[in-house]
C-alpha cells in the first residue's frame, strides 16, 4: 500500500440509539455467546435492550408478510468453543 503522501479523512458520527441498528445487537449477541453466557440470557438482554428504544417487536410482534412494514434483517456467524453458529435477527422498526 503506497499511501506515503496521501490524506486521509475519517469521519465518526454518534449512533443516537445504537441497539436499534442490527449489526451492533448482533455483535452483543456473539460478545454474550463467546463469552459463555447462556443463549436464553443473552436473547433476555437483547430483548430488553432493544424495548428501551423506538422499535416495535423484536421477538413477538414482527410481520414478516406486510410489505409495507420496515423490519430490519440481519444474519451473524458466531464462532465459539463448542462450533460454528449462525443466528438470523429480526427487528420491527416502523409501519408506514
Same mark, same amino acid.
Given at each position: 500500500?503506497?499511501?506515503?503522501?496521501?490524506?486521509?479523512?475519517? *469521519?465518526?458520527? +454518534?449512533?443516537?440509539?445504537?441497539?436499534?441498528?442490527? #449489526? @451492533?445487537?448482533?455483535?452483543?449477541?456473539?460478545?454474550?455467546?463467546?463469552?459463555?453466557?447462556?443463549?436464553?440470557?443473552?436473547?433476555?438482554?437483547?430483548?430488553?435492550?432493544?424495548?428501551?428504544?423506538?422499535?416495535?417487536? *423484536?421477538?413477538? +410482534?414482527?410481520?414478516?408478510?406486510?410489505?409495507?412494514? #420496515? @423490519?430490519?434483517?440481519?444474519?451473524?456467524?458466531?464462532?465459539?468453543?463448542?462450533?460454528?453458529?449462525?443466528?438470523?435477527?429480526?427487528?420491527?422498526?416502523?409501519?408506514?
Amino acid at each position: 500500500m503506497n499511501c506515503v503522501n496521501q490524506k486521509i479523512n475519517i *469521519i465518526i458520527t +454518534r449512533i443516537i440509539n445504537p441497539y436499534m441498528h442490527l #449489526n @451492533i445487537l448482533a455483535e452483543f449477541i456473539a460478545e454474550q455467546l463467546k463469552n459463555r453466557i447462556s443463549f436464553r440470557k443473552a436473547r433476555k438482554k437483547a430483548i430488553e435492550l432493544t424495548e428501551q428504544t423506538d422499535t416495535k417487536g *423484536i421477538q413477538g +410482534r414482527v410481520p414478516l408478510q406486510t410489505i409495507r412494514a #420496515n @423490519i430490519d434483517y440481519c444474519s451473524y456467524t458466531v464462532k465459539t468453543i463448542y462450533g460454528v453458529l449462525g443466528k438470523f435477527f429480526w427487528i420491527f422498526i416502523d409501519e408506514d
